[in-house]
């Protein structure tokens, strides 16, 4: 089964004025099932915010997954390595997997996701 794992950033992209990341990604990687790691969902406990705590609820009701334990950025890249598709749009973590040749989702123009293996610029 093929995984997609959102970021932080992705999830409250949502919640900021974005698009309904669900949707976005299910256009993008029709196919792909979405989990949310149990290090992004504690990244949004932490943050504390009046967007980051709806998007906790929200996300509660998606089945989540525990990647490890520690830096979710880092668990996020070597999730990627083994496989997984990562939604982010953290510049760090798309150019460390632009690196490693591995293909993510990000956003484009505020409100669309993109494989960034289609982002020639």
């Given amino acids: 089964m093929n995984i997609v794992l959102p970021d932080t950033n992705i999830i409250l ?49 998606i089945e989540s997954v525990d990647i490890g334990e520690g830096y979710a950025d880092d668990l996020l890249i070597s999730s990627a390595k083994k496989g997984y598709l990562i939604a982010t749009n953290d510049r760090e973590i798309l150019n460390c997997l632009k690196k490693e040749k591995i293909n993510a989702l990000r956003i484009r123009e505020k409100n669309k996701l993109i494989m960034t293996e289609l982002d020639n610029e």
Avoid: H
Avoid at 13 to 33: H, L
Avoid at 34 to 54: F, G, H, W, Y
């Fill in 13 to 61: 992209w949502t919640f900021n004025g974005g698009i309904d990341f669900r949707e976005a990604i299910i256009s993008v990687a029709p196919g792909y099932k979405i989990m949310i790691p149990t290090c992004v969902l504690d990244e949004l406990k932490k943050l504390n915010s009046r967007q980051s705590l709806a998007a906790l609820s929200f996300c509660n009701k």
